[in-house]
């Protein structure tokens, strides 16, 4: 079975501190890997998509590296602020007969102390 | 920039009533989604949707549950009678054509209370 986890559920960090999000992810044979974040009661906002072929995606603070032969993403925040505060969604792409569908961690809930 | 639209933004309904969520994706897109979000707990894709036709479904998706494009702008989600269980945020989401560069760019979501 398709699984996406993130560890960890929930983190606090103080302001200025850099910080990484772990996600890992049971089938291998991915399509490609995206970084959302999702406000509370909001929608989901991309962040970063890194394709299969890609090691890692930069943009900003915001780092995203994969390693699809062990399963694995991090995505790499440097120097946080409050408003980085949200929950991180890891969502693994996979290929179906004419299209890909998207498998979904549960997110690390993120709060950023001022 | 372009986005995805989706309305009501919150819609209230009695258990065994049926209701249609709505969607506009962006203009050029032909790959259209919908995915639920119960509180708490992982966004599910339920159903994704080209050519006028359903491309692939979960197993949440069962008869309650239709999808159609009735036009050449909306993408509409109907529960034919809904459960308490159905109360989440349903998301839409839309791709311009495929490939691995493409994206799902997602709506801001219709939350679901069954009441």
């Known amino acids: 079975k398709q699984e996406v986890t993130q560890i960890p559920a929930a983190l606090s960090v103080p302001e200025g501190e850099n910080l990484v999000l772990n996600c890992s992810f049971t089938?291998?044979?991915?399509?490609?890997l995206q970084w959302f974040r999702q406000d509370p009661g909001k929608g989901l906002t991309s962040l970063l998509l890194?394709?299969?072929?890609?090691r890692e995606q930069t943009s900003g603070r915001l780092n995203a590296s994969l390693d699809k032969s062990s399963g694995r993403s991090t995505l790499y925040i440097a120097a946080s602020q409050p408003g980085d505060s949200a929950t991180y969604l890891c969502?693994?792409?996979?290929?179906?007969?004419?299209?890909?569908?998207?498998?979904f961690g549960k997110g690390t809930r993120l709060h950023i102390l001022p | 920039e372009p986005e995805v639209t989706q309305t009501p933004s919150h819609q209230v309904t009695q258990m065994g009533q049926e209701v249609i969520l709505r969607c506009v994706p962006i203009?050029?897109?032909?790959?259209f989604y919908w995915y639920r979000q119960i509180l708490g707990q992982k966004v599910e894709f339920l159903v994704s949707?080209?050519?006028?036709?359903?491309?692939?479904k979960s197993e949440i998706f069962d008869d309650q549950f239709s999808v159609e494009r009735p036009d050449g702008s909306n993408f509409t989600l109907k529960i034919r009678s809904t459960k308490l269980e159905d109360s989440a945020m349903y998301f839409c989401?839309?791709?311009?054509?495929?490939?691995?560069?493409?994206?799902?760019?997602f709506g801001p979501g219709t939350r679901l209370t069954v009441l």
């Open positions: 203009s050029n897109h032909l790959y």
């Open positions: 949707f080209y050519n006028n036709e359903i491309s692939e």
């Open positions: 969502a693994v792409s996979y290929l179906l007969n004419r299209d890909d569908k998207i498998i």
């Open positions: 989401a839309s791709k311009q054509w495929g490939g691995p560069t493409d994206t799902q760019y």
């Open positions: 089938d291998s044979a991915i399509y490609n």
């Open positions: 890194i394709q299969s072929s890609q």
